[in-house]
């Protein structure tokens, strides 16, 4: 079956970085645009990026803007999303996930890492 595992998750400071990292399998990855979301505690899950399946294009949340990056390594299954100059306001749970290029929506998803960044 699908699965998309995080990691890379911790506790930061304000200010510093962290990569999180999500690995696929069960699913043809390069037939799958992929998104990164977050739910910060108390609140509910919110859209963060996405790639597309070749990587050539990625979209942003204003929050994520200028200091989140996606990319996508498609021969090892995995996308990634760096977070820099990371603010109190990232703490959350981040998710990845996987829709099909004919697909509206996302249909598979991780079970979360978890990011706290300290003030």
């Known amino acids: 079956q699908v699965q998309l595992v995080e990691s890379g998750g911790g506790l930061v400071q304000t200010g510093g970085s962290l990569r999180l990292s999500c690995t696929a399998s069960g699913l043809s990855f390069s037939e799958y645009h992929m998104g990164w979301f977050r739910q910060p505690p108390g609140k509910e899950r919110e859209f963060v990026g996405r790639?597309?399946?070749?990587?050539?294009?990625?979209y942003y949340a204003e929050s994520a803007k200028g200091r989140f990056t996606i990319s996508r390594d498609n021969a090892k299954n995995t996308v990634y999303l760096q977070m820099n100059s990371l603010k109190p306001e990232d703490t959350a749970v981040y998710y990845c996930?996987?829709?099909?290029?004919?697909?509206?929506?996302?249909?598979?998803w991780g079970q979360g890492t978890q990011v706290t960044v300290s003030s």
């Open positions: 790639i597309t399946w070749s990587g050539s294009s990625t």
């Open positions: 996930a996987a829709r099909i290029r004919s697909s509206p929506q996302f249909d598979h």
